[in-house]
């Protein structure tokens, strides 16, 4: 099992404000993911990344950013933040094996912005 | 991009009952995985199946890749069951994971 991290796990914060939510894996996980899910919806990709400095957006457009410095650590920035944006965004990585990619999720954090 | 079909939407059980849960991919799929999300928004993984059958104490799966389909298994279940069941694949050499809509499963005394 990966153990993987996010912080905060609730956010309540007003429009115009930046935030950046972290996420951090202690597994050496080459490949980490974001995902958005509304509430009792199914989970879409925002943002991944295969490795350090290496980041693409995913299936679902976002206005957040995302960098990859380093292995262990994929922090997702909006930089003001709207009503819209209000959501759930759990961070997961996956090891890199030819056609294997079993992905772990961290707990998630849920964002409102008010 | 794969579809990823769910079914059914929702399910409610008496504690005890047995069940199960489909999910079906519009291409072949080389990574398949099943996750039970909890009350507080968790996703726990339940198994990495992307062909054969897996047993996991009350919990069983079984993958038939060349029909496009995986079953989830839930037997005796109990009110900690509830939540939602989501299915994930991807096809290729891509990793990133397409989900179904879920299951919502109810557990009642």
């Known amino acids: 099992e990966a153990d993987i991290y996010q912080t905060p796990r609730y956010l309540v914060i007003g429009t115009g404000k930046k935030i950046t939510l972290e996420c951090s894996q202690t597994?050496?996980?080459?490949?980490m993911y974001w995902y958005q899910q509304d509430p009792g919806m199914e989970l879409h990709l925002i943002h991944y990344?295969?490795?350090?400095?290496?980041?693409e957006k995913g299936d679902l457009s976002s206005e957040s950013t995302v960098s990859r410095i380093r292995t262990e650590h994929f922090p997702l920035t909006l930089e003001s933040a709207r009503p819209s944006h209000t959501s759930q965004y759990l961070c997961?990585?996956?090891?890199?094996?030819?056609?294997?990619?079993?992905?772990?999720f961290g707990p998630g954090t849920r964002l409102t912005v008010t | 991009g794969i579809q990823v079909e769910q079914s059914p939407p929702d399910l409610i059980l008496q504690e005890g009952a047995n069940s199960t849960l489909r999910c079906n991919f519009s291409?072949?799929?080389?990574?398949l995985q099943w996750f039970h999300q909890n009350p507080w928004g968790q996703l726990i993984n339940l198994f990495y199946?992307?062909?054969g059958t897996k047993q996991n104490g009350r919990l069983s799966a079984t993958t038939v890749a060349t029909e496009r389909y995986s079953l989830l298994y839930i037997s005796s279940s109990q009110t900690t069951d509830s939540g939602v069941y989501f299915c994930?694949?991807?096809?290729?050499?891509?990793?990133?994971?397409?989900f179904g809509t879920g299951t919502r499963l109810q557990v009642t005394l």
């Open positions: 994930a694949g991807n096809t290729g050499t891509a990793s990133k994971l397409t």
């Open positions: 997961a990585s996956s090891e890199d094996r030819f056609f294997s990619y079993e992905q772990y």
């Open positions: 199946i992307p062909s």
């Open positions: 597994m050496g996980h080459d490949k």
């Open positions: 990344s295969y490795g350090v400095n290496s980041t």
């Open positions: 291409d072949s799929v080389n990574n």
